[in-house]
């Protein structure tokens, strides 16, 4: 009898160490199941802030093709106009006067869009904001000065959408 206790003890003893075995593997399995859920959260959570992001951005330069669409309009504007005369009564300065109105009007549209002109003539080159495409000598001015603008560059919020094509001094 004293036998059949002791086996019976043994027996009770190797169940509880088994049991605490499950126990401890089940505990670890909960463990990375959490640290997998909580990583899972965190890439959702990035995710949905990329997401965020890429629509805001999206949304704050939707316009620009259409804007970069009507620089070369305002190009061709400006030289109109710059073939005005100096006699108003010609048939040619009365034409010239609607291209100026209509132009301002774009203009206007451009500015209320928060598209400018990048200032560029006797400013120091900058190439985020400036393209060279030829160089000059001249002594009466600094080296790396723009000496004259050969198209206008234009921002459109905090983004160049057109850097101005310049002339720069050596």
Not at 15 to 23: F, H, I, M, T
């Amino acid at each position: 009898m004293e036998e059949e206790k002791k086996e019976a003890k043994k027996k009770k003893h190797e169940k509880n160490n088994e049991l605490e075995e499950l126990n401890k593997r089940l505990e670890e399995a909960l463990n990375e199941e959490k640290a997998k859920s909580m990583r899972i959260q965190a890439e959702m959570i990035n995710f949905k802030k990329r997401k965020e992001d890429e629509l805001a951005n999206y949304l704050k330069y939707a316009n620009e093709g259409l804007i970069s669409d009507l620089l070369p309009v305002i190009d061709n504007f400006e030289r109109a106009i710059k073939m005005d005369s100096e006699d108003p009564t010609d048939e040619i300065s009365r034409f010239l006067e609607g291209f100026k109105m209509i132009y301002t009007n774009l203009y206007g549209i451009l500015n209320k869009c928060e598209v400018k002109e990048i200032a560029a003539e006797g400013v120091e080159f900058d190439p985020k904001y400036h393209q060279a495409v030829l160089t000059e000598k001249d002594e009466n001015k600094p080296s790396g000065v723009v000496l004259e603008v050969l198209q206008k560059g234009y921002m459109y919020k905090d983004k160049v959408i057109r850097p101005a094509m310049v002339k720069v001094n050596e």
